[in-house]
């Protein structure tokens, strides 16, 4: 499996993640999580399956919960030099930061990047203006904005 393609699945996961709290969502993150060690195997992959697992069989669930929030903001923070992946964090953060994660956008970026939410947009924009996509940027100082004026209302 290349890299874009790694990239895509687990975009997919991510976008079953955020919508964690369906039965429906769990199975597909299953899913997406066995596909995805089959092509990428690693021992933290492996936990968190089975913390997804668990919580499937609804055991130990609070536990598991906790478990797959610490390895998948683990994960999310091995991708800070993919703009797909960033891309996908500014386009679905209000569902990421509704869910009451452990983490929110502010604090993956803010580790990803030594500016923040700023230098992430920024990073975006660049690599997608390069690949000839230049309406990007409206887009990403739109969600820029939305992110530091909902970090804002929290305070």
Same mark, same amino acid.
């Given at each position: 499996?290349?890299v874009?393609n790694?990239s895509?699945l687990?975009?997919? =996961?991510?976008?079953?993640? &955020? ?5 429906q969502?769990?199975?597909?993150l ?6 995805y060690?089959?092509? #990428?195997?690693s021992?933290k992959?492996?936990?968190l399956?089975k913390?997804v697992e668990?919580?499937?069989?609804g ?5 598991? =919960? ?5 390895l998948i903001?683990?994960? /999310?923070?091995?991708?800070s030099?993919?703009e797909? /992946?960033i &891309?996908?964090l500014f ?9 009451g994660?452990?983490?929110? /956008? ?7 990047f030594? #500016?923040g939410?700023d230098?992430?947009a920024?990073?975006?924009v ?8 230049? #309406?990007?940027?409206?887009?990403i100082e739109?969600?820029r904005?939305a =992110?530091?004026?909902?970090v804002?209302r929290?305070?």
């Amino acid at each position: 499996m290349n890299v874009q393609n790694k990239s895509l699945l687990f975009q997919f =996961i991510l976008k079953e993640l &955020f919508s964690f709290s369906k039965t429906q969502s769990l199975s597909k993150l299953h899913a997406y999580l066995t596909l995805y060690l089959e092509h #990428h195997p690693s021992k933290k992959d492996l936990r968190l399956l089975k913390a997804v697992e668990r919580v499937l069989q609804g055991q130990k669930v609070d536990q598991s =919960i906790e478990t797959i929030q610490e390895l998948i903001l683990a994960k /999310i923070l091995t991708y800070s030099k993919d703009e797909t /992946i960033i &891309f996908f964090l500014f386009k679905h953060f209000e569902s990421m930061n509704s869910l009451g994660l452990s983490f929110d /956008i502010r604090s993956i970026f803010e580790k990803m990047f030594i #500016h923040g939410v700023d230098e992430a947009a920024e990073f975006v924009v660049e690599r997608y203006t390069e690949k000839g996509y230049p #309406h990007v940027v409206f887009f990403i100082e739109n969600k820029r904005r939305a =992110i530091n004026q909902d970090v804002c209302r929290r305070i």
